[in-house]
């Protein structure tokens, strides 16, 4: 059975950062693409950052050079280091792996 956490969240001020979490069971995360998506309030779902099996990595054009995406395989873990945070990255925040399995998210909420 494939399981993914998320854990992380919380209420932060403009220009403070958080990271993100994401902890694998029943997969090795290195064997697969990891996403970062993201859902704000009364807004689709968006995907936010992609970490790709060679480790390749992408972010959507508003958090470039603010996110970074990372594995550790070791912990089977993919984290969201997210800096510079403004009002509007202000979300629930879901992981997941190979665009088939989906965490429960964690609310990230940017606000002064």
């Known amino acids: 059975q494939v399981q993914v956490v998320e854990s992380g969240g919380g209420l932060v001020q403009p220009g403070g950062s958080l990271r993100l979490s994401c902890a694998a069971s029943?997969?090795?995360?290195?064997?697969?693409?990891m996403n970062w998506f993201r859902q704000p309030p009364g807004k689709q779902r968006e995907l936010v950052a992609v970490?790709?099996?060679?480790?390749?990595?992408n972010y959507r054009d508003s958090v470039k050079g603010r996110f970074t995406i990372s594995r550790d395989n070791a912990k089977n873990t993919v984290y969201l280091q997210m800096n510079s945070l403004k009002p509007e990255d202000t979300a629930v925040y879901h992981c997941?792996?190979?665009?088939?399995?989906w965490g429960q998210g964690t609310q990230v909420t940017v606000s002064s």
């Open positions: 997941n792996a190979a665009s088939r399995w």
């Open positions: 970490i790709t099996r060679g480790g390749n990595t």
């Open positions: 029943g997969i090795n995360v290195s064997s697969y693409s």
